[in-house]
């Protein structure tokens, strides 16, 4: 914690940093003033209603910022972008072309974050007319002519695009990742609201429950830095060479395989699925047929959030995502052909085929144990709901799981920037 303080003390005593961490403080105001600015004709009340009883609709707000439950101008937020660029991400691996093309530095970047930013007008637009919809059902906004829904769309679009520039004006200033940053603020700025109600509902009874809460929040905290942290070093030997009357290689180093790969990738993927049953089951309980009506009542009743099925599937489909997610981003057949082109090789392994096994072999045996930890901190609050009983103070894990590693992140990004600036200076 004091090398975290020290961290942030130094950097504001830079100038060129003090003016990075200024100009993406005045970017946030900006982010936050017009994230209050409501669309007409939407009624707030029955809106935050319906957000309190649908966990899917509180994440997607969790991702936009915070902008959703106010229904503002930027109400999309940045989930389309964070869908296109997973859609991207994928394709990455599966299109040899965007795969070479990503392998091209700056340039190949910049070309996917361009295609990126096309995909998420389209997304923008299908989710606009989802949210429509699904407002028009609640009762919560009136039906609208064929003009008031395309500037409603149109308003939706823009402040998705609007958002989306913002990011990447905080990413250009390089002390972090504009898009994560950006949730980090809207997750920060529901805090106050949380504890004004947990204070204005409190007795002597509930002290004792909101003690052992924070408590268990703070290992929460403490875990999630630990992991995000913790990685297994495999390491790398290089073969001497000959060249002349120069050497090179006879080096070692190590390969960094972090216990946590996917990061919070399938969390997103698992609760999107988890609570489809949940969905469904609303859908069903309006339809007048009686069987129809039956299964709605069953899936309501057996996938309920603080039921022990729903949280059992959670859990699982947390645990089979990060697997899947890890396949995808790390693949063991590329890495061992690199090393054996550098002339590096594992001590006791063979180049080849058989380091490849043995990187497989290493990933999936830590990948469990990243696994378990996050579905353990996605079902979290329920847990906690459970033993303490306190109900307005709780902050999903997800949540917990970003602001801390972002807040990690970023810490090292100025750490890095602090470093370089001093050894500029001890080679002038």
Do not use: W
């Given at each position: 914690m004091d090398s975290f303080l020290n961290i942030f003390k130094n950097s504001i005593k830079d100038r060129e940093v003090r003016r990075k961490i200024l100009i993406v403080g005045a970017l946030l105001l900006v982010f936050r003033f017009f994230a209050h600015i409501p669309v007409a004709g939407v009624n707030i009340n029955q809106l935050r209603s319906l957000f309190d009883e649908n966990q899917f609709l509180g994440l997607l707000d969790i991702f936009s910022g915070g902008t959703l439950s106010n229904f503002s101008i930027l109400a999309l937020g940045l989930n389309p972008y964070i869908y296109a660029s997973i859609i991207f991400q994928l394709f990455t691996v599966l299109y040899p072309k965007l795969e070479a093309l990503a392998k091209e530095g700056e340039y190949g970047?910049?070309?996917?974050?361009?295609?990126?930013?096309?995909?998420?007008?389209?997304?923008?637009?299908v989710q606009a007319f989802g949210m429509y919809a699904l407002l028009r059902n609640q009762n919560i906004i009136t039906s609208l002519g064929p003009i008031e829904i395309a500037s409603f769309v149109l308003t939706m679009v823009g402040g998705t695009m609007f958002i989306m520039w913002i990011g990447e004006l905080i990413s250009e200033q390089g002390i972090g990742n504009g898009i994560s940053i950006l949730i980090f603020a809207g997750i920060v700025s529901r805090i106050p609201i949380t504890l004004g109600q947990t204070i204005s509902t409190l007795n002597t009874?509930?002290?004792?429950?909101?003690?052992?809460?924070?408590?268990?929040a703070l290992l929460v905290i403490a875990g999630i830095v630990f992991v995000n942290e913790a990685a297994r070093r495999v390491p790398i030997y290089y073969a001497k060479r000959v060249r002349g009357s120069k050497t090179s290689g006879g080096q070692s180093t190590h390969l960094p395989l972090k216990l946590n790969q996917a990061g919070v990738i399938p969390i997103i993927f698992a609760v999107s699925l988890v609570l489809l049953p949940s969905m469904v089951a609303n859908y069903l309980a309006t339809v007048q047929n009686p069987q129809a009506s039956s299964i709605g009542v069953f899936l309501a009743q057996h996938f309920d959030p603080s039921g022990i099925l729903y949280n059992a599937s959670y859990f699982l489909l947390i645990v089979g995502f990060t697997y899947f997610y890890t396949a995808i981003i790390f693949n063991p057949n590329k890495i061992s052909e690199e090393i054996q082109k550098q002339g590096g090789f594992i001590p006791g392994i063979r180049p080849g085929k058989s380091t490849a096994h043995f990187l497989n072999y290493v990933i999936t045996r830590i990948t469990l144990a990243?696994?378990?930890?996050?579905?353990?901190?996605?079902?979290?609050?329920?847990?906690?709901?459970?033993?303490?009983?306190?109900?307005?103070?709780?902050?999903?894990?997800?949540?917990?799981?970003?602001?801390?590693?972002?807040?990690?992140?970023?810490?090292?990004?100025?750490?890095?920037?602090?470093?370089?600036?001093?050894y500029e200076r001890f080679i002038r």
């Open positions: 970047r910049q070309k996917i974050n361009q295609y990126t930013r096309y995909l998420t007008i389209p997304l923008s637009v009874e509930d002290i004792l429950n909101i003690a052992i809460f924070l408590s268990m990243g696994a378990f930890f996050l579905g353990a901190i996605a079902i979290f609050p329920n847990i906690a709901r459970v033993i303490t009983n306190v109900e307005t103070l709780l902050i999903g894990g997800t949540s917990i799981l970003i602001v801390v590693s972002v807040v990690i992140e970023t810490v090292k990004i100025l750490e890095v920037q602090l470093v370089t600036k001093n």
